[in-house]
């Protein structure tokens, strides 16, 4: 049970990403209003624009010289998703969009596609903004795989799990569905039939591999005392009653290199952001970065 789930996660995680990297479409229109081109690409004051609202809605009534600062801030932020994009599909990333379309079939398991897009556009958002923040998504993660390969004696500092559960609002409920799964029914049918996360509920409960510090303190508390193959007794948290059962786990302390492939790209270090802090800082420093709205120049 991370703190943000469902729709709403859904939208922030990937709609809002895309403040990270650089949503590489056109301005409508002939012309475009390019405020600064990175190695060649433009980035339009329309994609700059569509972030400063949403960051610019959170921070309430802001100055001149302050709406400047978001701006300047924000336009750095898309030209390093250029960056990471481009050197992604050098070093080649699939950022095709088949690779989005599959990606965004997982994400919205159990997700209603109409209510995800009418929630966009209450955030001034489109499909299109949130695919293209997916396709920067799988940017970062690959050169953030790329790095840890790079870097194989780097240590992870917590544990990362990859759960199941079952949420319900009733507490007897909780306990009848953990006796069935405890006496050998199938969890992820349980989780289908009865779990009132329907995101999860979709993909029989299933909740991915993540860190447990990403997880409400209850939850997370219960999931980290369990062993691999475990399910704990019903745990109540503000969302209701939750039955957890623990799939698999990768402790604090394993290097990189003894991290199972398919979980690299959800695991991050201290040092693996310095990694990537470093790389990128190479990245600018390489690139050519021109500035047309030298007001917008850090």
Known sequence: MRTLRGVAALALVVALLGAVGCAKKEATGDTKDVVATVNGEDITREQLEVYYT????????????????????????????????????????????????????????????????????SLGLTMQDARDGMRDQLAYEFLMAYLSEQNPDLTISEAYSNLQHILVDDEALANDLYDRAVAGENFAALAGEFSTDTYSAASGGELGWSPTSAYVPEFAAAADALAVGGISAPVKSDYGWHIIKKIAEVVAGTTLAEVPEDVRSSVTTDELNVAYTEYVASLRSDAEIVYIDTTLQP
């Open 54 to 121: 949403q960051f610019a809605s959170q921070a309430g009534e802001l100055t001149e010289e302050q709406a400047n600062d978001y701006r300047v801030m924000l336009l750095d932020m898309l030209v390093e998703g250029v960056l990471v994009r481009q050197e992604a599909e050098r070093l080649g990333a699939d950022l095709s969009e088949a690779a989005i379309d599959a990606s965004f079939d997982e994400l919205m398991a159990g997700v209603d596609s109409a209510e995800y897009e009418a929630y966009l556009e």
